[in-house]
């Protein structure tokens, strides 16, 4: 209707989705207090939501008695139309969420993983997927992280792994140090006089160590410490100590000879990697990278089957570009290391 200027007067403004949500919550559930459990609300958010509605339209959309509502007429009357909305508006929200996640995919992983195998699986990845934005957050210590990753790994004790994740490989220990340091090593004691660097959190694997080379309880004379996996790695690589890795780790360190394995034994580890199953709204990109890191894996595993002893005084084994090859030196190779 035209006022006396010839305009119309301003439509009105729609009410609040917020108001119109809680209405649609609260009739499915005919309860306020249900209501605001299932939004994230407080009871008394829920009523001033519902109250406002009311007097946007006019009209009492609930009967409210001591412990439960029933619509009115008004309110049967509006529901149907309400929800239909909501639904199309939830529709049109999710779609546009999924096109978004279908171009990028966020992958969570340790470092020290992120660092030496990760990349194995990403090159899988893009070549299948060039198109495919890929962000890597490297983390260093477990957390809840499914607010960020669309796909995430972790490393976990193996009494302590995630409900529904899987490993991505059977876990093994190895004993490692700088290739000069294995080659004055004759026998499992000798680990003794040396300095040994642990990784935080992991101080039992040093002893479980020990017991599978038959060797007297082991103290080192000096302990380093750190709180990366890498990081004790590099160490030990860099002359200051013996180190307990992670086989996988400890294998990529291997074929760049940048350390070496003294004895040889890989005991079974309680530490260990594992990827986490994806979540009921995942993409089919997050998809496809679970994929690519489960054909990796795989791949790397059955890479153990092919390893070879390498004796210490060989320099990185050059064709090793993506299959670690762990030596295994038997106690005569390294004496005859030691004299030349």
């Not at 074929?255 to 995942?282: D, Q, T």
Request: proline share 9%.
């Amino acid at each position: 209707m035209a006022t006396m200027t010839g305009k119309k007067p301003p439509k009105r403004p729609p009410p609040p989705l917020t108001h119109v949500r809680s209405f649609e919550v609260a009739a499915r559930h005919q309860s306020f207090t249900r209501a605001a459990r299932e939004l994230g609300l407080t009871q008394a958010a829920i009523s001033t939501h519902v109250r406002a509605l009311e007097q946007y339209v006019g009209r009492p959309l609930f009967t409210r008695h001591a412990r439960s509502l029933t619509l009115t007429e008004a309110g049967e009357a509006y529901l149907p139309t309400l929800r239909q909305a909501l639904t199309q508006i939830d529709s049109a929200t999710d779609a546009i969420a999924k096109s978004a996640r279908e171009q990028s995919v966020v992958v969570a992983c340790p470092t020290s993983l992120a660092q030496l195998w990760l990349p194995r699986a990403l090159a899988r990845f893009r070549i299948r997927h060039p198109e495919v934005e890929v962000l890597v957050h490297a983390t260093v210590w477990e957390r809840a992280m499914d607010d960020i990753a669309d796909v995430t790994l972790s490393t976990n004790r193996e009494d302590a792994v995630p409900a529904g994740a899987v490993p991505l490989w059977p876990e093994a220990l190895m004993l490692v140090c700088a290739p000069d340091i294995a080659r004055r090593m004759h026998s499992p004691d000798d680990i003794a006089a040396l300095p040994h660097i642990t990784v935080s959190g992991r101080q039992e694997l040093l002893p479980i160590m020990a017991k599978a080379l038959g060797a007297a309880r082991l103290n080192p004379p000096c302990v380093l410490r750190s709180n990366g996996s890498n990081v004790a790695l590099e160490m030990a690589a860099n002359g200051m100590g013996t180190t307990v890795a992670l086989a996988s780790l400890g294998r990529i360190y291997l074929a760049r000879g940048l350390v070496a394995e003294p004895f040889g034994v890989r005991p079974p580890s309680p530490w260990g990697y594992a990827l986490h199953p994806l979540g009921p709204r995942h993409s089919q990109a997050a998809a496809a990278m679970v994929q690519a890191i489960r054909d990796e894996a795989r791949a790397f595993d059955e890479a153990r089957a092919s390893d070879k002893p390498r004796a210490i005084d060989e320099g990185p084994d050059l064709n090793a570009a993506r299959v670690s090859r762990a030596p295994a030196r038997a106690q005569a190779g390294a004496q005859a290391g030691a004299q030349g």
